[in-house]
């Protein structure tokens, strides 16, 4: 089951700048990632949030690239990609996922990701942290990268 052995992240980000980056297709799911990801934000203290819509997953790397040289703190990526009867899939799905980590290790701001591949729809939905879901996957990736921005911080030289 996905999502066991997960850890119980409590996380003060007050002070965070973030942006939520999330793909403009499935609306349903999108909107659970979405609220999701503002729950967790708020639960953290962040209040300086901009969300971005882009089209699909594929544009998430790009868009989190602009964010990092933005500044912000931490970047939370937002997106759904259902299988389909074609490669096209593997395609989109290794792009946002090589793409994304490309932008977090080059640029050293957390990047939260919460890009759903599923094989169908009711997976994704099962994910989306909406009423009757599973799991909250958006609420996940924004912890996540708060509370990476957090643990960098530890890792900041003290002035001598």
């Known amino acids: 089951m996905s999502g066991a052995g997960a850890p119980d992240l409590t996380v003060d980000g007050s002070g965070l700048r ?5 793909s403009s ?7 659970g990632l979405v609220g999701g ?4 934000l708020d639960e953290a203290g962040v209040t300086d ?8 997953s594929f544009e998430l790397s790009v868009a989190a690239s602009h964010a990092a040289d933005q500044g912000f703190d931490a970047i ?3 997106g759904v990609i ?13 792009a946002a996922t090589v793409g994304l980590t490309d932008v977090a290790v080059r ?6 990701f919460g890009v759903l591949t599923c094989d169908i729809e009711a997976q994704a939905l099962a994910r989306a942290g909406l009423p009757g879901s599973h799991e909250d996957k958006g609420h996940e ?11 960098l911080r530890q890792l900041t030289p003290r002035p001598a």
């Open 18 to 22: 973030v942006a939520v980056l999330a």
């Open 25 to 31: 297709w499935h609306t349903v799911v999108m909107d």
């Open 37 to 40: 990801a503002q729950r967790a």
């Open 49 to 56: 949030v901009t969300l971005v819509r882009v089209p699909g």
């Open 76 to 78: 939370v990526a937002l």
């Open 82 to 94: 259902i299988r389909g009867g074609t490669p096209h899939f593997d395609y989109v799905c290794q």
């Open 107 to 112: 640029t050293r701001v957390p990047v939260g």
């Open 141 to 151: 990736a924004a912890t996540a990268a708060v509370a990476t921005a957090v643990a």
